[in-house]
């Protein structure tokens, strides 16, 4: 199963005010590298990607309040190969907690890419990520 992992993707953080995050991330020495949105029921979500301390920060700023308490880490990323073959290297571990029947395709964010999420045994998300 190991063999599909490639390293962390992102580490994705809600925020109150994309604006301001994303220049709180600059002034302390972080680069962004794109926005997005996607479209929800609720209204535009809106995303971006920050370089920082050698890691991706994703920042999310939902149409809809979001507690904003210590744990807003909503999720963690990890770049595999293949999403199907990682995902079914999960399942025959034993673990069938994926939060959609099948893998997202979005091939206009952040240049594309496919996803798959699950949660861990304390209800943490993971995403499978690949870039496309």
């Known amino acids: 199963m190991k063999e599909h992992f490639k390293g962390l993707g992102h580490i994705a953080i809600h925020t109150k005010d994309m604006d301001e995050s ?3 991330y600059e002034k302390i020495g972080g680069a962004l590298r794109q926005r997005a ?3 929800t ?3 535009e979500k809106l995303l971006a990607l ?3 301390g050698g890691v991706v920060l994703e920042l999310i700023q939902s149409p809809v309040p979001v507690p904003m308490t210590e744990g807003n880490i909503p999720h963690f990323a990890l770049y595999v190969d293949d ?3 990682a995902a079914a290297a999960v399942r025959a571990a034993g673990v069938d907690t994926f939060m959609t029947p099948q893998k ?3 091939p206009n964010l952040f240049g594309g890419l496919e996803n798959w999420f ?3 045994p304390s ?3 993971i995403e499978l990520l690949r870039m496309l």
């Open 22 to 24: 994303v220049a709180f």
């Open 37 to 39: 949105s996607i479209s």
């Open 41 to 43: 029921p609720d209204g």
């Open 50 to 52: 920050v370089e920082f």
């Open 83 to 85: 999403v199907d073959a």
């Open 104 to 106: 997202k395709v979005r």
């Open 118 to 120: 699950f949660t861990g």
């Open 123 to 125: 209800g943490e998300q």
